[in-house]
């Protein structure tokens, strides 16, 4: 079946810096991918979607400036959590859509320090 | 804007009896609805899913859901649970952009 890769799995990184996530379609080729946070005990929320070759769509109240997403070919996106803060600290979800569902990563977990 | 509700924010059953999760969802046509399974700290894996037919959906680890219109449920079902059962389920729809979205999710303890 489908399979979406996502690294790294967990990260620590020191306040102020940068963190790129990337979400990989392993076998299918995904023209849309999904970014998701989740905090601790709650559901996930959609960040952003993602389009090959195009910007991506931000939800209401996702910073497009602080969560970059790049998806440059068909089987990557990148999401890169500029200038991170503790309150970034969270979980981190890819998916991509292909035929016959989602797909989804097994997730980033951010702290921020 | 389509939404999924699930109403049970934990649910404690024992081990062996029989399991109901709730979900209801809002959308005007026939959705694509979802669900899945997450235990602590682990991603998402698809237990089963809904887009058109039979409104009675086998899924994996011996869990079904059925869709009811009238309703506008999905509520997922499970005879007899065990123990390794024990995680957050979350039901999901895809809206009219095609983006998936999720319940607040029902977290299931097992009693022994």
């Known amino acids: 079946g489908a399979v979406v890769s996502q690294h790294p799995s967990r990260v620590i990184c020191k306040s102020g810096t940068s963190v790129k996530i990337e979400c990989r379609s392993l076998d299918f080729q995904a023209t849309t991918m999904f970014w998701y946070r989740q905090f601790p005990k709650q559901s996930l929320m959609l960040m952003a979607t993602?389009?090959?070759?195009?910007?991506?769509?931000?939800e209401q109240g996702v910073e497009k400036d602080k969560f970059l997403i790049n998806h440059a070919s068909l089987t990557l996106s990148t999401l890169t959590v500029t200038s991170a803060h503790p309150e970034d600290s969270s979980f981190y979800i890819c998916?991509?859509?292909?035929?016959?569902?989602?797909?989804f990563g097994s997730g980033t977990r951010l702290t921020v320090v | 804007a389509q939404s999924v509700t699930q109403p049970d924010i934990h649910i404690t059953v024992s081990e062996g009896a029989s399991l109901e999760l709730r979900c209801n969802y809002s959308?005007?046509?026939?959705?694509?609805l979802f669900w899945y399974v997450q235990s602590p700290g682990q991603g998402l894996q698809l237990l089963l899913k809904?887009?058109?037919?039979?409104?009675l959906v086998q899924g994996i680890k011996g869990f079904e859901a059925e869709f009811k219109r009238s309703q506008s449920s999905f509520n997922l079902r499970k005879p007899s649970v065990h123990w390794s059962d024990a995680a957050e389920y979350f039901c999901?729809?895809?809206?009219?952009?095609?983006?998936?979205?999720f319940g607040a999710g029902t977290r299931l303890t097992v009693k022994p």
């Open positions: 998916s991509a859509n292909e035929l016959y569902g989602y797909t």
């Open positions: 959308y005007g046509a026939t959705p694509y």
């Open positions: 999901a729809v895809v809206d009219n952009n095609n983006d998936m979205r």
């Open positions: 809904y887009f058109s037919g039979d409104t």
């Open positions: 993602s389009n090959e070759g195009s910007k991506a769509t931000y």
